[in-house]
């Protein structure tokens, strides 16, 4: 499962989950700082990714959108807001229990 973290996320996320062996990528380094929230979410459905956010309310509401719509996306996180040490240590229950086929559609908090 590869990792796409919304620009609310701190990019320290993307690095230690790298450290860790695991795809992951921010929006800074994808070339889409300062898009929309469905800008976001479509950059990581048409790149195959689990999109991280901290942006509770807008991704719920694109979520369903996606669903209501018949359209399928890779997976959403949605983390409370703690440090980018904390968020790891939550994302890698995860990351090592659950495969890429089982977060389709799925939208999970940590």
Do not use: C, W
Not at 32 to 61: C, M, P, W, Y
Not at 80 to 100: C, D, H, Q
């Amino acid at each position: 499962m590869s990792l796409y973290l919304d620009e609310d996320v701190s990019t320290l996320v993307a690095d230690l989950l790298r450290a860790r062996g695991f795809s992951a990528i921010t929006t800074l380094e994808a070339g889409q700082l300062g898009n929309t929230d469905i800008a976001q979410l479509n950059h990581a459905v048409s790149n195959g990714k689990v999109l991280l956010t901290h942006n509770r309310a807008d991704f719920e509401a694109l979520s369903r959108d996606y669903f209501e719509s018949g359209r399928k996306h890779f997976g959403i996180i949605i983390a409370v807001r703690r440090t980018p040490y904390e968020i790891v240590r939550r994302l890698l229950s995860i990351l090592n229990n659950t495969t890429a086929d089982e977060m389709e559609n799925v939208l999970r908090h940590i």
